[in-house]
C-alpha cells in the first residue's frame, strides 16, 4: 500500500536511519527504527507465534487449535467449523481436544443426542512495533453473510487487561472485527481501547470508527491497516479512511485525535510506546448481542485467509511526563 511506504520513509529519513526488515519469526528491534514483513511462505513462518490451544475465554463450546490453521500457498487459512459429537466433552481438558475430528465436522445441524462444539483459531505474533507505526494486513474474509462468527485483525501492547489490572496503560487496536450476521456483515468497523477506565474495563469505547463497504468486504481479498502518530490513531480498507460513525455512513467523524480518548497526552505516549503483538482469529459467537447462529441452522465452514503483514515505525524518541507521579495512575483508572 503506497501510503505506508510513504508515511514510514518520512519517519525513517527524519531520523537519519533506514529501517531493515527484520525476519519474521524473530520480530524487529523496537529500540530504532523497523520494518517487518510476514508472507506465510511456509509454516515456519508461524514460529514465533503464539498458537491458542484452548477454548475460547467466553464460549467453552469453541475450541482454538493448531489443527484449525493452514499454511497454503503463501497464505495463512484460518478455518472454523462445526462438530456434533457424542457426549458433551470439555474442552478445557486437553486429552478431550483430539476428538473433534474431521469425521464429525458437520454443516448440518447436529442430531438430537449430539452435542455442538466448535473449532477455529487464534494466534499471536511476536512483538512488531512500538510507538509511531503502520500496520497493514492483506486478507480475505470467507464468511458470507450467515450469521455466527467474527473474523478479527487486531493488537495488544504489553500491559496486562484491565480485568486483571485496572491502573494497566492496556492498549487495544482493532484493525477490523466483521460480523457475520447479515445486517453487520457490510461493515468494516475499528476501534481503539486505551487505558482502562471505567475502572476494570479494557479501555474505554469513546472514538469507534466504521466504513459501510458493502457484499464485497467478503470473499475478496482486501487490506487492513492503521496508523499511529503522536496526535492520533487512524484505520484504513485498502487505503479508504475508517472514519465515519457507527451505523451512520454519511457522517464522516474524522481518525480519532488523543482527546477522543479522554486520555492526557503522557497516559496516550506511555500506552503507545510498549511493545505490540499483532493478533489474527476467527471467533465463534455466543452472546446474544452478537447474532450467534442457531443449532437449528446450517454452519458453513468458514475461513479467513491472510496473505501479508507489513509493520513499519519508529520508537517515541520522546514521551510527555505526567505533572506528578501519582496522576498517571488515577487518570487511567478513576
Not at 511462505?41 to 508461524?46: G, T
Not at 485467509?305 to 509493520?311: G, L, N, Q, S, W
Request: hydrophobic share 35%.
Amino acid at each position: 500500500m503506497s501510503r505506508l511506504v510513504a508515511v514510514t520513509g518520512s519517519l525513517a529519513v527524519g531520523m537519519g536511519l533506514l529501517a531493515t526488515p527484520a525476519l519474521a519469526a524473530e520480530g524487529p528491534d523496537l529500540d530504532e527504527p523497523y520494518s517487518w514483513v510476514e508472507e506465510f511462505d511456509s509454516w515456519e513462518a508461524l514460529d514465533g507465534w503464539n498458537i491458542f490451544n484452548q477454548p475460547d475465554y467466553n464460549n467453552d463450546d469453541a475450541l482454538y487449535t493448531k489443527d484449525a490453521l493452514e499454511v497454503v500457498d503463501g497464505q495463512l487459512v484460518i478455518t472454523t467449523r462445526r462438530h456434533c459429537v457424542d457426549e458433551d466433552i470439555d474442552l478445557h481438558d486437553r486429552s478431550n481436544h483430539h476428538l473433534l475430528t474431521d469425521d464429525n465436522a458437520s454443516v448440518a445441524p447436529c442430531a438430537d443426542d449430539e452435542y455442538e462444539k466448535f473449532t477455529s483459531g487464534r494466534l499471536q505474533s511476536p512483538d512488531i512495533a512500538r510507538g509511531e507505526f503502520d500496520v497493514a494486513v492483506t486478507a480475505s474474509i470467507e464468511t458470507g453473510d450467515t450469521r455466527g462468527v467474527r473474523s478479527a485483525i487486531w493488537m495488544q501492547n504489553e500491559s496486562a487487561a484491565c480485568s486483571a489490572d485496572p491502573t494497566q496503560a492496556y492498549g487495544e487496536l482493532d484493525l477490523v472485527e466483521h460480523f457475520s450476521h447479515e445486517a453487520r456483515s457490510v461493515w468494516s468497523p475499528s476501534n481503539t481501547h486505551l487505558g482502562c477506565r471505567p475502572l476494570g474495563q479494557n479501555g474505554t469505547n469513546n472514538a469507534p470508527r466504521e466504513l459501510r463497504v458493502g457484499p464485497e468486504i467478503t470473499g475478496e481479498t482486501h487490506t487492513w491497516s492503521a496508523s499511529t502518530t503522536r496526535d492520533q490513531v487512524a484505520y484504513f480498507f485498502d487505503g479508504e479512511p475508517i472514519d465515519r460513525e457507527s451505523w451512520r455512513h454519511d457522517t464522516v467523524l474524522g481518525h480519532a485525535q488523543v482527546d477522543d480518548f479522554n486520555l492526557a497526552q503522557w497516559d496516550y505516549d506511555e500506552i503507545l510506546n510498549q511493545n505490540w503483538k499483532l493478533i489474527l482469529n476467527q471467533k465463534v459467537e455466543n452472546a446474544e448481542w452478537t447474532k450467534p447462529a442457531s443449532p437449528d441452522e446450517d454452519f458453513p465452514v468458514r475461513t479467513m485467509t491472510v496473505d501479508r503483514v507489513e509493520v513499519n515505525g519508529t520508537p517515541f524518541t520522546e514521551v510527555a511526563s505526567a505533572p506528578n507521579p501519582g496522576e498517571r495512575l488515577s487518570s487511567f483508572s478513576s
